[in-house]
């Protein structure tokens, strides 16, 4: 790993910004074996309070198990060169690597005259398996065709703009971004405190562009940890490919050493689109009707004509008027289309107040999914639901944003180190 220089650095936050909560004095924070641990000891910790490794082959927050909470952020680089953001990405691993062992940004004892390097809402809580999951849009290689950083030549084939769907509202406002954190975690306040540190160590690199929380049941409210519902009551993540099967797993998720280019060896890409569902509209239907929707029955989760959840699909079979019992625009026959389309979905239901222009709660859905090609993976299961999924009457899709995200670092290394090689 380059080291970076003090000027460098000074360069990068200016004298208000990091410089300052430096203190002016040395880039303690930055190395691993001066840790300032606001953790209490392991002993005592639930499953749901542990440390989720950050480096590794892969990021965490992809295959790893889904946490409770997500706070997702979209940042837009003002940086000029390409260093600047080189650094930034390197200030950002040591501080996720950091975060996720439960630490904070870095230590502030003994210096009561400068602002605290950590804003402080973690001292003292458990690391709540937080997972920070880093991804580069393309507009980070090119911004209006301009080559920005000088990277434009390294931009991945399959990470461009997805196309425009039928049916679709999108608002700038929930848009894009040249750099995506996904933080998850086991408390609503780690994951929020994370995107807060990094978006405060950023300054002068990079600024928020949008950010979404999200939730879904806890492990606690369900120990079982079953399959979380959506806000249209309906449990969803049941035919998802199975994360534990490394096979799978880089069939569907992770970019293969063949498909190039090199650098996202071990990456994944990740889309993301901001759902809104008419709940209003959702809560005076039928339970027929919601459940023809899905073509899966609302309790058990199983496909209809099926008795369990983990049922296969039977898209073939039909009752004794010879209609199918899953019907032609039921969400799960288009999204299954004829199966060779596989994604990982990762994804959770917000709520953000009342839209304003309905005054209607703002309610939905922040659908993620991961997979090897947007272009082969999601696009095509996109364009066949947007055409016909009888679920296009109570949801409106209102954000979209595309993302590499990066494969892992290696401990001493970087996110985004084999891109700037
Ligand atoms: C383009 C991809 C998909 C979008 C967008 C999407 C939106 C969306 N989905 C639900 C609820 C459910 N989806 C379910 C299954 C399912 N959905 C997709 C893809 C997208 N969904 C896939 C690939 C699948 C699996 C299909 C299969 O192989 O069987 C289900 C059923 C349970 C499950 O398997 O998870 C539900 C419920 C909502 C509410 C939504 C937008 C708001
Ligand atoms: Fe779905």
């Known amino acids: ?5 003090r000027r460098e650095l000074l360069r990068l936050t200016g004298a208000g910004g990091l410089g300052m909560l430096l203190g002016g004095g040395t880039l303690k924070w930055l190395s691993p074996s001066n840790v300032s641990t606001s953790a209490p000891a392991a002993s005592g910790m639930s499953a749901t309070g542990q440390a989720v490794p950050f480096y590794g082959k892969h990021q965490s927050g992809i295959v790893t198990p889904a946490q409770d909470f997500l706070y997702f952020a979209a940042f837009d680089l003002i940086a000029t060169d390409r260093d600047e953001v080189r650094i930034l990405l390197q200030k950002w691993s040591a501080i996720a690597a950091r975060l ?26 458990h690391p709540m398996s937080l997972s920070l999951t880093f991804g580069v849009g393309p507009s980070f290689f090119r911004q209006k065709g301009v080559n920005r950083f000088g990277l434009a030549d390294r931009q991945p084939e399959v990470l461009s703009e997805l196309p425009p769907f039928p049916g679709d509202n999108l608002k700038e406002e929930w848009c894009g971004g040249d750099i995506c954190v996904q933080a998850c975690a086991n408390d609503p306040q780690v994951a929020f405190h994370a995107i807060r540190n990094l978006a405060r160590v950023a300054r002068g690199a990079a600024v928020l562009r949008w950010t979404q929380a999200g939730f879904q049941r806890t492990s606690t409210a369900d120990a079982a940890k079953g399959t979380p519902r ?122 953000n107040g009342i839209d304003l222009d309905t005054g209607h709660l703002d309610a939905g859905l922040l659908f993620i999914c991961f997979q090897r090609d947007p272009l082969k993976q999601f696009v095509p299961i996109q364009q066949r639901l947007a055409k016909q999924d009888a679920l296009n009457e109570y949801i409106v899709h209102v954000g979209s944003a595309v993302f590499a995200c990066l494969p892992g670092a290696q401990e001493g290394g970087y996110l985004g180190e084999t891109l700037f090689a």
């Open 1 to 5: 790993m380059r080291k970076i220089s």
């Open 230 to 351: 959506n806000l249209l009551g309906f449990k969803d993540g049941t035919a998802n490919p199975d994360t534990t099967d490394n096979e799978q797993m880089n069939q569907v998720v992770w970019v293969q050493p063949d498909e190039g280019p090199d650098w996202m060896v071990n990456g994944s890409y990740m889309v993301v689109r901001r759902i809104q569902m008419r709940i209003e509209v959702w809560d005076r239907t039928t339970l027929q009707e919601e459940e023809n929707t899905f073509g899966r029955h609302r309790e058990s989760g199983a496909p209809l004509g099926k008795q369990n959840e983990f049922d296969p699909l039977d898209l073939e079979r039909k009752n004794e008027r010879g209609e199918l019992i899953i019907p032609e625009n039921a969400h799960v026959r288009l999204a299954f289309g004829d199966g060779t389309e596989k994604i990982l979905r990762r994804s959770y239901s917000y709520t």
């Open 100 to 125: 996720q062992r439960g630490e904070t940004v870095g230590d502030d004892e003994g210096k009561p005259l400068v602002p605290p390097v950590d804003t402080g809402e973690t001292i003292g809580l």
